[in-house]
């Protein structure tokens, strides 16, 4: 019996990275298929690749033995596969109806829309998930499941036969997955074949047929779910050689210099409390969206916090801006080194020297151009930054040079604590461990570490001590003594 | 080897980008030399000193105005108020002076005034998170609205010499007024390049959250620059009442098209980050010949205003073919 999709051996690489090699899936019509991994394992890309959004480099698809390579999203939607994805894509001022049928309207003589027509097809539709709303409603007034139901309905109008779901219930009460879970399971013995993208493994438990484990961009091994435990789940997640990337640190741990009591920031986070001391690495994991971004820039004074105490050294810190942030001895590395760490189009030199302007002029006005250079050699000089010269333009350096600038920044205002944002995303090797040397001189120099890394391994290899974050709250924490990927993982996804 | 290969690509780069700016400046000097020698070469009136008066007294309205707004697009602003506020610091200032106020009060009546315009720009884009597009064009209309409001409609004139000779008057050989317009220049290329509030100018306008992240004032130095546009409009204003001996509230329609147009044809970007005055200068200085010789030529008015559009609409392209280029 042919199978309602095949995507066989699927590769796809982007600069840099292999995002996936040889991944193969298949889903039959009426069977949820649950697709699970860490971070950046290859999910997203496998999925894009199936809603037309970029071509694979090598691999094939069909869709009910009939090839299938459709060239643009719009092709993937004609053949009815239907990618729902964590950010719905309603028009919020329009209504219900006119949502479902978003450029597909019944049109009549002249063009004019046929309201009668479209909120009776609406009106089917809506029964058809489940969803008690009028057609006529402004999708505006609807919660978030009745979203993601107007979104499955859409799906339908365009007669899917394969509804991709990614994190569908990552913002969801208990009581709107149900809701949602019905409908799928609706959808499923109506013959629809689902694709169902979740970190919570309990909800993958629950309403998969099989369960696919994606690793590193490999499709590392598919089971039927009575087939899977939680355990055996997790270890295949994370099951990595770890590799020697990660230099020995002799630092001395000293007194606490970041103390965090009951932060919260409203829609992130909420009662946010640990402490950091001089000498210290400490690790913030969890998956993405649980908060770690939103603490680490509501410490820093990027984002404003509801409530809650930050100390540094022996002080009450009175945080309210980044400026304030310095002036207190913190450094903030962004992870989104293109959009906030650095003006791509400016040299490196003033990159360098955008946080001691103040300290690199006369009279604090005057700019001093051989006080930024002389701070912008010993920069380059001291981290290694491989430049012909300061005042070549950092959008022509590589990741990993683009992020040392980041880090030769933050150290230019003598900070004692840092707070590291994905501090190695998207660079080398090379480069990664010299940010991990980085990393363990300035703890043994008495500096305070916090930094947040999707990379569990990298965690593991660089900290002292994990504290896990789920869903905006603090779900554990690690000593070293504790550290397992299994442990981490467990935190992060089940709490 | 390995230093065969670090010196490759550094030439290339260093050789690359040099090149471009060196472009870039070039056109500026080159489109303003052909445009001159065309004039000199077709128009008998054109190399005349009343002429090149002229050219520099029209120059320097708009390029005190194109100063302000330099600082404001490099921010990634833009400020599109400074023609109305011209006209409503003038009747202002005009006012002051018929109420018998002293000549420098009245003066600095305009230049506040200006300034306190510039300053409500500022508070709506830094407090109330409007976009600078929208909050001017509303200040362009208010101001306009208040420069007929407070002078019924009616032109002033009959001011002192001494405030007259601001706009119109000669220092030795020099009008005053070009005087003046070539201190602001000076004074606003070194704050733009040489000093902290400039470099915060420029990486607000190059990345602002990145400059917010890096610590710098974000806020603080998006108000200044709209509150130093609205005063430039002020002491434009103020010129400008000066050399025609009168006050209207009609003056200076338009304006302010010519002075963006005269600070992106100087190399500014739009999109924020890039520009300098002295490319300004020599936007304005085209610009100013591109008036003046419409007008020589005898080319309709009508002609005149869809040229200057034009003009606008070619710098504004190049900027934004400049921009995909970069990202790409």
Redesign the interface.
């Known amino acids: 019996m042919a199978n309602l999709l095949e995507m066989q051996a699927i590769s796809k690489g982007f600069p840099g990275v292999k995002a996936l090699s040889d991944v193969s899936i298949s889903l039959d019509k009426g069977e949820v298929l649950g697709i699970v991994g860490e971070n950046g394992a290859g999910k997203s890309t496998l999925m894009k690749i199936l809603a037309g959004v970029f071509p694979p480099d090598a691999g094939k698809m069909q869709l009910e033995g009939a090839p299938f390579a459709p060239h643009r999203p719009r092709d993937a939607l004609d053949a009815g596969i239907i990618v729902i994805h964590q950010e719905l894509s309603l028009v919020p001022d329009r209504s219900v109806a006119e949502n479902i049928f978003l450029g597909n309207l019944p049109r009549g003589a002249l063009g004019a829309v046929r309201r009668a027509q479209l909120n009776r097809q609406a009106k089917t539709l809506l029964e058809r998930v489940g969803l008690a709303v009028s057609p006529q409603a402004r999708v505006r007034h609807l919660g978030i499941a009745q979203q993601q139901l107007v979104e499955i309905a859409r799906a339908l109008s365009r007669s899917a036969r394969v509804i991709v779901m990614d994190e569908p219930t990552a913002t969801l009460t208990t009581a709107e997955q149900r809701i949602l879970f019905a409908t799928i399971e609706a959808l499923r013995d109506a013959g629809v074949g689902l694709v169902f993208i979740s970190h919570h493994l309990e909800e993958v438990f629950e309403i998969c047929n099989r369960v696919t484990v994606l690793r590193d961009g490999m499709a590392v091994e598919t089971r039927s779910v009575g087939d899977w435990t939680e355990a055996s789940l997790i270890q295949a997640m994370v099951n990595r050689p770890i590799d020697a990337l990660f230099p020995e640190r002799h630092a001395v741990v000293g007194d606490i210099l970041l103390e965090v009591e009951g932060l919260a920031a409203p829609g992130a986070f909420s009662d946010v409390s640990f402490a950091v001391r001089a000498g210290e690495v400490v690790g913030l994991g969890g998956l993405i969206g649980a908060g770690r971004t939103e603490v680490l820039k509501t410490i820093y004074g990027a984002l404003a916090s509801s409530g809650g105490r930050v100390r540094v050294g022996t002080r009450d810190a009175r945080i309210r801006s980044p400026r304030d942030a310095i002036a207190a001895g913190l450094a903030f590395v962004p992870e989104d080194r293109k959009g906030e760490g650095l003006v791509m189009p400016f040299p490196i030199r003033s990159n360098l020297a955008l946080s001691t302007l103040g300290k690199l002029s006369w009279f604090r006005s005057i700019l001093a151009p051989k006080r930024i250079d002389r701070l912008a050699d010993k920069t380059v000089a001291e981290l290694r930054i491989r430049t012909p010269n300061t005042r070549q333009v950092v959008q022509s350096l590589s990741g990993g040079n683009q992020q040392k600038v980041v880090l030769g920044r933050a150290l230019t205002t003598h900070p004692r604590v840092f707070l590291l944002d994905e501090p190695t995303r998207g660079i080398d090797v090379g480069a990664k461990v010299e940010v991990y040397r980085l990393i363990n001189a300035l703890a043994e120099q008495g500096s305070a570490i916090l930094v947040v890394s999707s990379d569990m391994i990298e965690l593991l290899g660089i900290c002292d001590r994990i504290l896990v974050m789920r869903a905006g709250r603090l779900a554990g924490a690690l000593p070293r003594s504790e550290f397992s990927q299994e442990r981490v993982m467990q935190l992060a996804a089940l709490g | 080897m390995a230093s065969a290969q670090?010196?490759t690509?550094?030439r290339r780069?260093?050789g690359l980008?040099s090149i471009t700016r060196a472009l870039n400046e070039l056109t500026i000097v080159v489109g303003f030399l052909a445009i001159s020698i065309y004039l000199a070469l077709t128009t008998p009136a054109f190399l005349t000193s009343a002429n090149i008066l002229s050219i520099l007294l029209a120059s320097s309205l708009i390029g005190i105005v194109a100063v302000g707004e330099t600082f404001v697009i490099v921010t990634g602003g833009i400020d599109l108020s400074v023609g109305s506020v011209v006209a409503f610091t003038g009747v202002m200032a005009g006012l002051a002076l018929n109420a018998h106020v002293p000549v420098p009060m009245a003066i600095i009546v305009g230049i506040g005034i200006g300034a306190l315009s510039g300053g409500f720009i500022a508070f709506a884009v830094t407090f109330l998170n409007m976009s600078p597009f929208i909050v001017s064009l509303a200040v362009l209309a208010m101001a306009r609205g208040l420069a007929f409001i407070v002078t019924n409609g009616n032109t002033l004139f009959s001011f002192p010499d001494a405030f007259d000779n601001i706009g119109g008057g000669n220092l030795g050989p020099f009008p005053v007024a070009a005087l003046i317009t070539l201190g602001v220049f000076l004074v606003a290329g070194l704050v733009l390049a040489?000093?902290?509030?400039?470099?915060?100018v420029?990486?607000v306008g190059?990345?602002r959250?990145?400059?917010?992240?890096?610590?710098?004032?974000v806020g603080r130095t998006l108000a200044i620059v709209y509150i130093i546009s609205g005063a430039l409009a002020g002491l434009g204003g103020v010129i400008l009442a000066g050399r025609l001996d009168s006050a209207q509230p009609i003056a200076a329609v338009g304006l302010e098209l010519n002075a963006i147009a005269a600070v992106v044809i100087g190399g500014a970007s739009l999109f924020g980050?890039?520009g300098s005055i002295l490319g300004t200068l020599l936007g304005v200085l085209i610009i100013g010949l591109i008036n003046n010789g419409l007008t020589l030529k005898n080319v309709q008015p009508f002609w005149v205003q869809f040229i200057q559009g034009a003009v606008i609409f070619g710098a504004v392209l190049i900027d934004s073919l400049n921009q995909k280029r970069?990202k790409s």
């Open positions: 670090t010196s690509p550094q780069g260093f980008a040489r000093t902290v509030f400039g470099a915060e420029y990486a190059g990345n959250e990145a400059a917010r992240l890096a610590g710098i004032p980050g890039k970069r």
